[in-house]
């Protein structure tokens, strides 16, 4: 029996390569005994080398979870024979195969019987005969294979009778060649040196961890020794659902427009017409962002009907009245002559407008494209609203498509945050003021307005706030007053004025969580653990 000294350092293999007739256990009482005979440590992988990393890992930790036993771990990287290597340590090198044959042949071998040779076989042929020539153990005469040695050192079959034994080698360029040849691979071992506890005892008494009905009927109770309750020992993790970050977000943003007297507009339309995404915003047919480089077109149905009501009237859309629904009812809507306003402002222009002054072609107009913005849905919804002209405050936060290269800042589909709000006299002013109100809650009291050009919106202006995690200046939104040639069309007063205004959710989502490349946020690249570890976020504080 041999104990460790301190300066042993051996190793039990965890995956078990050289082990045959494993144990299926190792009691406690099994360690004990050992440990017993010992004056100090003991190392398991030399008293139980042919036992199971994690048979020997349990049995060690019921010992020390009771203060008989105290060990600590040890590992290295060992390195260990392949097949093919193993073959070698037993039988010698291919190259010494080579030269045995040819030395032993009394005029040479010819270098065509080299892989006949039963001491050779063909594939230590292919390989040792060039490395016996390059070793100029053999050399070549003609057809034939000649001996330049007397003897040699078959150098490689001592290494790997080396590695056999100790699982290392002093050389490590040696390692490193035969790593090279694949030879050898490496593997981290675990090894367990163990040494006598404060309350090491010669036998392991099994601990009831219940105390049954038959116990205390037969009175075994008395005597049975319990195992105590450990309340310092962790509890099992309880796994749980998570909110992504940008819900998280999200829900910030929806409490934020709550607070203010939104209502959340109905975004469950991904498939919008041209009609909706472009025409109706007074988008020309000819702008680029109608190009294929920009917008996801649908092949399949590639077109759709004319702009009319819905089957059934819904019974959620927001701020919906009952006069809203006996309009609608009755027909109060006059959808064929919403689509001629929308023609007649393109090509001729109208409502004080001189248009854009081309053909207004149906089947562009009528083309099913993923939407680019969720500004469709306000365009619905405005038009809707044309059936009881009336204040409104309406937002959405959903996901809008565009057909743009992805890299670190953009994504073919992300989250658009919009809001719009609706009432007579509105002003430039007022569309500022309410903006720097919206914000402040978000965290953001230093704005800066930049004029900007949108198709449908006049005033249109960029929206800056200076960041002070960031300390500068980043563009966080887009706005502006939709121009009379979008909501006259609708049907609305001539009087009444809408703000708009969006920005995305995923922007001050990386802000706030410090996530740099947006591909971590969304998409496929996203780390679970990120999605499970980040805290709820307060969008006022930073």
């Given at each position: ?276 995404n472009f025409d109706a915003l007074y988008v020309p047919q000819q702008h680029p962002a109608r190009d294929l480089q920009d917008t996801f077109y649908i092949s399949d149905p590639a077109y759709a009907d004319r702009p009319r009501a819905d089957p059934q009237p819904s019974q959620n859309l927001p701020n919906r009245t009952s006069e809203d629904a006996q309009r609608e009812s009755q027909g109060g809507l006059d959808y064929e002559n919403y689509w001629q306003n929308i023609r007649e402002v393109h090509e001729n222009g109208k409502y004080g407008s001189i248009g854009y002054r081309y053909s207004f072609k149906e089947e562009e107009s009528l083309r099913l494209v993923l939407r680019t913005h969720t500004t ?167």
């Amino acid at each position: 029996m041999r104990c460790a000294k301190d300066s042993d350092y051996l190793t039990h293999h965890r995956y078990d390569q050289f082990t045959t007739n494993m144990p299926v256990e190792l009691s406690p009482n099994e360690v004990l005994d050992v440990l017993s005979q010992c004056e100090g440590a003991l190392l398991t992988a030399d008293v139980f080398p042919t036992t199971p990393f994690d048979r020997v890992k349990s049995a060690i930790d019921a010992l020390s979870s009771r203060d008989m036993v105290t060990y600590s771990q040890m590992e290295r990287e060992a390195a260990l024979l392949t097949p093919e290597a193993e073959g070698i340590a037993a039988s010698g090198s291919h190259e010494a195969k080579v030269f045995e044959a040819v030395r032993g042949a009394l005029d040479g071998l010819k270098i065509a019987d080299l892989p006949e040779q039963k001491v050779v076989g063909k594939e230590s042929a292919n390989v040792g005969q060039g490395k016996a020539l390059k070793a100029k153990w053999i050399k070549k005469d003609g057809d034939t294979f000649r001996a330049s040695a007397d003897s040699i050192t078959d150098s490689t079959r001592e290494q790997l009778q080396t590695i056999l034994q100790t699982q290392t080698h002093t050389d490590p360029k040696v390692v490193a060649d035969l790593k090279r040849r694949k030879l050898i691979t490496t593997k981290r071992l675990i090894s367990f040196k163990v040494e006598k506890g404060p309350k090491f005892a010669a036998k392991f008494v099994k601990e009831e961890t219940d105390l049954t009905a038959d116990m205390l009927a037969s009175g075994a109770w008395k005597t049975a020794k319990l195992k105590p309750y450990n309340f310092k020992a962790m509890g099992a993790p309880t796994y749980s659902g998570a909110l992504h970050p940008l819900n998280k977000v999200r829900h910030e943003f929806r409490q934020i427009f709550f607070e203010m007297g939104f209502e959340e507009m109905p975004t469950n339309r991904f498939v919008e017409t041209g009609f909706w995404n472009f025409d109706a915003l007074y988008v020309p047919q000819q702008h680029p962002a109608r190009d294929l480089q920009d917008t996801f077109y649908i092949s399949d149905p590639a077109y759709a009907d004319r702009p009319r009501a819905d089957p059934q009237p819904s019974q959620n859309l927001p701020n919906r009245t009952s006069e809203d629904a006996q309009r609608e009812s009755q027909g109060g809507l006059d959808y064929e002559n919403y689509w001629q306003n929308i023609r007649e402002v393109h090509e001729n222009g109208k409502y004080g407008s001189i248009g854009y002054r081309y053909s207004f072609k149906e089947e562009e107009s009528l083309r099913l494209v993923l939407r680019t913005h969720t500004t469709s849905v306000s365009t619905y919804m405005l038009h809707k609203l044309a059936a009881n002209p009336r204040p409104a405050r309406y937002f959405s936060i959903d996901r809008v498509f565009r057909n743009e290269t992805v890299d670190a800042t953009h994504l073919a589909e992300f989250h658009q945050v919009e809001g719009v709000v609706a009432d007579y006299g509105l002003t430039l002013g007022g569309l500022i003021g309410f903006m720097e109100v919206f914000f402040a809650k978000m965290g953001m009291h230093r704005l800066r307005f930049k004029p900007a050009y949108n198709p449908y919106t006049e005033p249109s202006m960029e929206i800056f706030g200076y960041h002070v995690g960031l300390a500068r200046w980043v563009e966080i939104g887009n706005s502006g007053m939709f121009r009379p040639e979008m909501l006259e069309s609708m049907g609305l007063p001539k009087d009444m004025r809408v703000y708009g205004w969006g920005l995305s959710l995923e922007r001050p989502t990386m802000i706030k969580y410090g996530v740099k490349n947006i591909r971590e946020l969304l998409g496929h690249k996203v780390d679970l653990n990120f999605v499970e570890s980040n805290p709820a976020v307060r969008l006022e504080r930073d």
